[in-house]
Structures are given as structure tokens and as C-alpha cells.
């Protein structure tokens, strides 16, 4: 090497070691995102210089990287951190939260089992433990150098100072920013009696934790919402024996997803386990006892359902908190990022069930609310941080439910559905033991459902989903069984494979 390239080796490594005492990222070129119409700007100089003079002014030990958010999104951003050598000392996660991040599907499921059934506890389901990945208590977090600030969600940003507050005051540094905040429960308005006591919503642990302190004492429950909340939460009320109803204004369960006939064999499932339901009517208000308790709901059409305790699950809200400058998509809602998970604002990222992204496979932008969409896109925006990654976010929508899953259960069930619920459907099946129901549109395979698959069945649903082959509709229409339907689709696919 000639003097002249080891003089402008050493002058990068130096400025780049300079970067990284103050705090920031060092810049590295990278493709426009959003809205983007320069490169990053270095903070190194004298900006740095003069912020060195003032780092005891930051109440933040690890400056170069922070997570605002303590979810699944963040403990598997902070897994890929670890992965690559550049959390020691450079990371730190701001949450609201006053556990370490946790596998939060869990708490409408396992969780809400009674002592005698098994729940799920912590530290049983700290993330990464839902993709077979190593238990990251808090512990894992110091040993690993990742600075932790529990229960202070932050509250403001100066995006030009690239610097944020937190609840309690504190001042935090950051070079690279990954929003990761989630979404919030949506809540019955006060005025109806939405914040009555007795009235739950569930995000978190300490959530969970006072619905299973409430339940010891209750007789009758009401479930508002017939989404993936209201199904799990009524199928783990059956462990304990509660007098349990569903409300919910549409015509069948879960209806964004079930077709009403799939959705029939559900609703008939809960109810021979003593569940019942009241469809196609909504709240009017929340009544309360004379010592300020729910006591009853008022239905729109007239009708009275007495209750001890209510839980609504009417769906959530991306929690953008004090971001909106970083940038909004006002359709589905969420900050708006790029196939890299950037946003408009450069060295600022959004990833999760709040990060509104380009769904490659639909051409179109999404927002998803799933543990599955937060795991991945929380290594992936972490790897085109700290590598040289340039390959897109291609994301299959995949959602599940687990539900009758505690000791003792006679059945339990367990569904998967891959792609996307367009076209006409094919129903397969009598539930059971199974039942598949297949979406078609234009003669191609888009979406699949399973219930009770076995693993081999429930590996195929993604490939089918992914690869969209052209299926013959009769034949899987005339299908004798599940089985048999599946390996339809699998030799429309093999068949397509091979041309």
C-alpha cells in the first residue's frame, strides 16, 4: 500500500472512530428512502466536537443506537444487534414496559389459563423463545451491553438534534432511531362507561394480570368484539367456568378473515363449550352497580346482558405517539417507511405492527399486526443498518390462533392461513377432524386456511400462498378430504415447478 492510501486508510478509521465516540452512526451510502432526496449526514466534525463537551448532559449511556419500544419487534432488533457485534455499548431500548420484551401473544392465550390449567408465565416467554430462539431475560440484556430504561415511554423528539425525552424528563442521544412502539388497545369512549372498573383492555402483562385478578372473582363475563382477541380470550374464560358471551355488530366471527360458513363451524365449536353469542348489534353503553362496577351492558337493540366483568378486543391503533413529523400514512394508517423499513427522515426507522411498508408480493402498502411481521421486520430493518443488506422486505401475511389449549382441554384447535383472502372459496373439510378453505382468484391459488393440520400440512400453506399456481377449481372442489385437497395443490404446484 502506497503512504498516500495509508494515510486515507487511517483518516477513515479515525473519523469513523470519532463517529462512534459521539454517539452516531458513521455514514454509509445507501439508496434514497422515502421521499429522500440526499444522502445521510455525517455527524462527524465539529458538531461532534462540541456535542463532547456536553455528553453528561444525555441520560444514556449507549448513544450510537436506540429502540423506542420494549415489544417483539425490539427483542429480535436486539438479537440481530447482538448477531452482528454491535450491541456492546451501542444499543439502548426505551420502553414503557417494566419487563424485558416478551412474546405478547401470549397474553390473550396461555397466559389467562387458571393456576390449575398451567398458564404461561414469565420469564417463560421473554422473546426470542417464539421462533425457537434463546429466552432473553433481563439478564441476557446486561450481559450483552444493551442499556434497558423500563416503564419511561418517551414522549417528545427533536428530529434535528436527534434527541429524545422521555416521561419522567430524561434527555436521550441517538445516532440511529428504530421506532418500534406497536400498537395501543382501541377503547370504548368513557362516556359509554369504557373506563368503568371492571372494564379491561389487553396489551401488556400488568393488563393481563388484573383481567386474571378480576376473573377469581366473576361470574359473567362479556366479551365485546369477535376479532382474534374476543375469540381467545372466550376460549380461555371456558377453563374458568365463566358464563361467558361474545358481542360483536358484524354477522359472524371474525370477519375480516373467516368466510361465514367457516366461521359457522367456530361459533358452533364455542358454543358446545358454553359460550354464547350476540351478533349483529353493538354497545350502547356500559351500565355501573351503585358501587361504581360494570353491572351490565346496554345493547343497541334493546336488550340488557348483566356482567361482573367486560373485556373489549375491537381491534388497535398504531402507536405513533410523538412521531407524526417522521411521517404518516394517512390509508392504513402507521409511519411510512421504505423496503428498508427507513422513513423519510434519515437515520430514523420504523418497524412492526406501527410501520405502514410496500407489501412486494400484492403491490400495495400495509400495515401488519402480527408477532410474525414484527419478528421480520425487525431483523431485517436491523441487518440494512449494519451490513451492506440491500435486498427488499418480501413479506407473505401469515396470521394464526392457538385457543382451548389448557390441561384438560377436549379438543384444542389451531389454525394457520398464508397470502391473501381474494377471489371465490372452496371449503374443504367438516372440521372435524380438519377443514382447509382455499381463496381463488382468476383459476391462482392466493390464500390458504388450515385448522388442525399437521406439521408437514401446515409447512405447505406458505409455499401455495407464495408461489400463487394455477389450481383446478373443480377438482379441488370435488375433494373427498383435506388431504386430498392439499395434495391438489401440491401437484399444481409441483406441476408449475417443473415447466
Known sequence: MSPAARFSSRKAM???????????????PEPPALGRTTPRRSSIGLGCFRRSYVAAAFDNENREFVIVGGGNAAGYAARTFVEHGMADGRLC???????????????????????????????????????????????????KGIEMLHEDPVTSIDIDKQTLTTDSGKLL?????????????????????????????????????SLISSWEKTKKLVVVGGGYIGMEVAAAAVAWNLDTTIIFPENHLLQRLF?????????????????????????????????????????????????????????AKPAVGPFERVGLNTSVGGIQVDSQFRTKIPG?????????????????????????????????????ILTAQSHIYDYLPYFYSRVFEYEGSPRKLWWQFFGDNVGE?????????????????????KGVLLESGNPEEFQLLPKLARSQPTVD???????????????????????????
Open 473 to 499: 377449481i373443480t377438482k379441488l372442489r370435488n375433494a373427498s378430504s383435506v388431504e386430498e385437497a392439499l395434495e391438489i395443490a401440491q401437484n399444481s404446484l409441483s406441476a408449475e415447478a417443473a415447466v
Open 14 to 28: 479515525a473519523s469513523v472512530a470519532a463517529s462512534l465516540k459521539c454517539g452516531v452512526s458513521p455514514w454509509r
Open 348 to 384: 430514523i426507522f420504523a418497524i412492526g405492527d406501527v410501520a405502514a411498508f410496500p407489501l412486494k408480493i400484492y403491490d400495495r402498502i400495509a400495515r401488519v399486526e402480527h408477532v410474525d411481521h414484527a419478528r421480520r421486520s425487525a431483523q431485517h430493518c436491523a441487518k440494512s
Open 173 to 209: 442521544k441517538y445516532g440511529s432511531l428504530i421506532i418500534a412502539t406497536g400498537c395501543t388497545a382501541s377503547r370504548l369512549p368513557e362516556k359509554i362507561g369504557g373506563s368503568l372498573p371492571g372494564v379491561h383492555y389487553i396489551r401488556d402483562v400488568a393488563d393481563a394480570n
Open 425 to 445: 372459496t372452496i371449503e374443504v373439510g367438516s372440521f372435524d377432524p380438519k377443514i382447509a378453505t382455499f381463496w381463488v382468484d382468476s383459476g391462482k391459488l
Open 93 to 143: 431500548i426505551v420502553s414503557k414496559e417494566a419487563h424485558a420484551p416478551y412474546e405478547r401473544p401470549a397474553l390473550t392465550k396461555g397466559y389467562l389459563f387458571p393456576l390449575e390449567k398451567k398458564p404461561a408465565r414469565l420469564p417463560g416467554f421473554h422473546t426470542c423463545v417464539g421462533s425457537g430462539g434463546e429466552r432473553q431475560t433481563a439478564e441476557w440484556y446486561k450481559e
Open 259 to 315: 368466510t361465514p360458513s367457516l366461521a359457522q363451524r367456530y361459533e358452533e365449536f364455542y358454543k358446545d363449550n358454553g359460550v354464547k353469542f350476540v351478533k349483529g348489534t353493538s354497545i350502547k353503553h356500559l351500565e355501573a352497580g351503585s358501587d361504581g362496577h360494570v353491572c351490565s351492558v346496554k345493547l343497541e337493540d334493546g336488550s340488557t346482558i348483566e356482567t361482573d366483568t367486560v373485556v373489549v378486543g375491537i381491534g
